[in-house]
């Protein structure tokens, strides 16, 4: 069974460009999760999609955006990009809360550069 | 506002030993705790998962404790391996499915 898949592996952008990342979950997982793991600030979770709706975001400013497609893949865009946007962005999908926690398996991220 | 801390940052032992990696929070109203491995540069997977109703889990080697009252989590490692080296994340869900991470702990294992 193929895991939680992310492109591109590695995106150079230079300041106040967008940047767009994508995200497929495993097969049958409905929740899409966004994490940033910035240099000395850890993971800090972005956003969280089911069955299309933004369901949950982080502390983080509006020029963070994503969206989740019927198909569940979904798409995290960053607007006018700073040099401290600079991280590795994580997906991770689950089967979907439905009121229950469950696991949330990672995807091996996306390495964004601002320049 | 939730904060977990893991404690020691890095870790450095011989192959063969037993060891253990803490995690504490400070707000015990968690869903469920859970203990990740991310190796350098890669995504994290996840180890253990354990429910707030719940004292601990094992899987092979590892085992965890979850004592929520006290805010604390341990994972122990059996007869560590070289393969074993990785940063080890500790989570807890405060609802809503937002994990809120540790910082970590690195660890190395010296053949």
């Known amino acids: 069974e193929a895991g939680v898949t992310q492109s591109p592996t590695h995106l150079i952008k230079t300041r106040g460009q967008q940047a767009t990342l994508r995200c497929s979950p495993i097969?049958?997982?409905?929740?899409v999760y966004w994490y940033q793991q910035a240099l000395g600030l850890g993971l800090q979770f972005l956003l969280w999609?089911?069955?299309?709706?933004?369901?949950n975001r982080g502390n983080f400013p509006p020029r963070f955006s994503g969206r989740q497609f019927p198909n569940y893949s979904s798409e995290l865009n960053v607007n006018a990009l700073e040099l401290e946007d600079s991280a590795l962005y994580l997906c991770?999908?689950?089967?979907?809360?439905?009121?229950?926690?469950?696991?949330?398996?990672f995807g091996p991220g996306t390495r964004l550069t601002v320049l | 506002k939730q904060e977990v801390t893991q404690i020691p940052a890095a870790l450095s032992v011989p192959e063969g030993e037993n060891l253990v990696l803490n995690c504490s929070f400070t707000d015990s109203a968690i869903y469920n705790l859970q203990w990740f491995r991310q190796d350098p540069g890669k995504g994290l997977t996840s180890l253990l998962l354990i429910q707030s109703s719940q004292r601990e889990q094992t899987s092979g080697r590892l085992n965890a404790s979850l004592d929520k009252s006290s805010g604390r989590s341990t994972l122990y490692i059996a007869a560590s391996q070289p393969g074993d080296s990785a940063t080890y994340l500790c989570a807890v869900e405060e609802g809503a499915q937002k994990l809120v991470f540790g910082q970590g702990t690195r660890l190395t294992i010296n053949p």
């Open positions: 991770a999908s689950s089967l979907g809360a439905g009121g229950w926690s469950d696991t949330q398996y």
């Open positions: 097969s049958g997982h409905t929740s």
């Open positions: 999609y089911d069955e299309g709706e933004e369901r």
